[in-house]
């Protein structure tokens, strides 16, 4: 029974979207009801997930493949609230479309009982079957629009995946094959034993696995798909790739890198590989989303950038002790303040753009006068994806930022501020649009209550963690604790 | 692996399925390669048999030979031909060029590595073994496929539904 309790969230979630599905079938004039269906699954997880918190910190099941600990129940909460904001988002635009409604949810159902799964997946067979359950639904929901570009885009995304997830097996291949087992402790004392002897095939094996685990985090040389994936794709369904895959593919790289890898002659390798990779990814982002006229190929561009500021933290993780704990704690504050930022950027998109039928960015112009909720509700986040106080975005860029300088990282440093310099020019060159613009039309609009409710709630939690940080800061500290020696 | 008869089989084996393998990139016609890749996966389950793992060699032949590579037949027959030109592509010399790398690294490290070798295989490594295994330690692995499979299947119905019947599912 052990191991169906742990299971609980993941289990509750897949049982939601079999509901989904069902109900549709049996009363197919209730469809108002599916995304509330949903939603109460996501409510059970998240109630479950709540009920360990008090219970004692560190269990395995499933003998030790899959294991409850703070660090899984962070980012467990993560990734319900998630996919609870993108099914909010979503209602509008599945109504609007008028079929495939149920598929739709189950899928998205299907992809958040991936993700949690990842979150407590400590052996690699285990991480391999939850990565694709969170990734092959994505790939079926990026083509799900009617058009010739959201096939392109779903075509592209399968292709690319399919290959990132063929260098990710054969990563945990080679692992497997000279430490003998998949279980990540297990690794770690295999290669603590005599791992100096393969040094060589460790560090092949570990490229490939930063190259699986990279498509996913969409960070350079790995992101070629953003930008036509998520300009092809539903928004609702970009917004859920660039936070949720995104997430879930940092927390199972922390796993993976500090668990198994965490050896000392390899860690500095990783570190550096990961320090350049952040460099070049912030780089290379933030100048290619200067020159978009399109909000959602920007945004991609920016999520790549921003997983470079991720990265930052990855890199700085290699050394033991107090600067460990910085650095894994501030990746785990950044993913927490990246999740609400940009689904509410996402949100507030979907809702202008199911209103003026474009992605433009000069189309925003006046956004301000025509719809001030959605332009106040825009402009906040993109204050916060810059970095600015008051609001998380700040909190977090700082506490990453001085990881990286704590672990002698200061040039990673350097270069990380110089983009949050370059990204304010293009994210407050749409809260300029909106705000200076004048109109195309008078016509004032109000957003959806289910938008409204979205946009709300994750502005809400950019204000709040950015006034009061301390909370947010505890729980990423407390999660990260089980990997500190 | 000791002696000459187990080295020898590998060798061929392992030649069989470079070949196959490289025939399925290279030959202009789609079937062609279909049949090579039935190759390559047969030359696959030879070296399962070599490893001792005869019930994983004969999982491979039903399954990638018997079902997968007859789907993929079947989608390629049932396909109009489009155009196959891709071959002629200008990413060719790069793509050989990486690929010349990439086999000089591995070539280097699996050399370089001290693998931990067996001289036979170890015992209980049959069909019953791995159903233990995979109704106990990966049990969830092994639910989440199926999981996965029905969620793959609904969306390739949903996404090859064809816009008339999307048309009648929207009005009820």
Redesign the interface.
Known sequence: MN?IDV?GPQISV?VAAGVV?VVDALF??QRRLLPFLALAGLLTAALWTTSWVGRGDYQTV??G??VLDRYAVFFQYVFAGVTATVILASIDWVNRE???QS?YY??VL?VC??LM?LAGARDL??I???L??SS??Q???A??GKDAKSSEA?LKYLLLGAVASSLLLYGMALLY??T?TTILPDIAAAIEANGE??R??LI?AMTLLIAGFGFKMAVVPFQMWVPDVYQGAPTPVAAFLSVGSKAAAFAVAIRVFFEALGADFLSSDWSMIFAVIAAVSMTLGNLMAIVQSDIKRMLGYSSIAQAGNFLVGLAAISVAGEEFTLGASGILLFVAAYAFTNLGAFVAVIAISQRINSDRIADYAGMWKTSPFLALGLAFCLVSLTGIPPTVGFWAKLYIFNAAVRADLVWLVIVGVLNSVVSAYYYLGVVRVMFLGEPGTEQRFRASPSIAVALTATAAGVLVFGIVPAPLMSAARDAVEIFAR | MEGFGPSFAFWVLAALTLVAAGGVMVSRNLLHAVLFLILTFIGVAGFFVLLSADFIAMAQVIIYVGAIAVLVLFAVLLTPRSGRDNGETRWALPGILLAVCLAAIFLFVVHDTAWNTVDEAPAGLDARALGTALLTTWVVPFEIASVLLTAALVGAIMLTRSPEEEAEDALV
């Open positions: 191991g299971l897949l599905l197919p004039g499933f003998d493949t899959i008028g079929r495939r598929e189950a899928l299907t009982a991936g799964l067979i285990t391999f079957i939850a694709e359950l092959i639904p790939y079926i929901l083509g799900w779903g094959g000279v003998g002897s393969y060589a095939l092949v």
